[in-house]
């Protein structure tokens, strides 16, 4: 069975930090690009970051650059998004998708994790 499966997420404060993981079963999330999207209520899904299959390109959304970081642990075939100063706004809905290479578009991605939700509050 080919799935992502996320973890991570929880209830933070204001300026603290998670670390959401992103797990791959039945393929090698190795040879994906790996995005991370988010979806907050009455708002649309939009991508946060993504890292390349090979050379480990990476990108991230203006709003999250500098406090976000991806990384990949090939050996446990996951990726690992890093977020640090959490504000209220990044409260949302977090998701993983592969695909082959990064894009903006959701369905570009073949593969989605069942989501995990992030809540930064006081």
């Known amino acids: 069975q080919l799935q992502l499966v996320e973890s991570g997420g929880g209830l933070v404060q204001p300026g603290g930090s998670l670390r959401l993981s992103c797990t791959a079963s039945?393929?090698?999330?190795?040879?994906?690009?790996v995005a991370w999207f988010r979806q907050a209520p009455g708002k649309e899904r939009e991508r946060v970051s993504c890292?390349?299959?090979?050379?480990?390109?990476?990108f991230y959304a203006d709003s999250v650059k500098g406090r976000f970081t991806n990384a990949r642990d090939n050996a446990k075939n996951a990726v690992y998004l890093q977020m640090t100063s959490l504000n209220v706004e990044d409260t949302a809905v977090y998701y993983c998708a592969a695909a082959i290479w990064c894009t903006q578009s959701a369905t570009s991605y073949d593969y989605w994790g069942q989501g995990t939700q992030v809540t930064v509050s006081s």
């Open positions: 890292i390349a299959s090979s050379e480990g390109t990476e």
């Open positions: 039945g393929f090698t999330l190795e040879d994906y690009a």
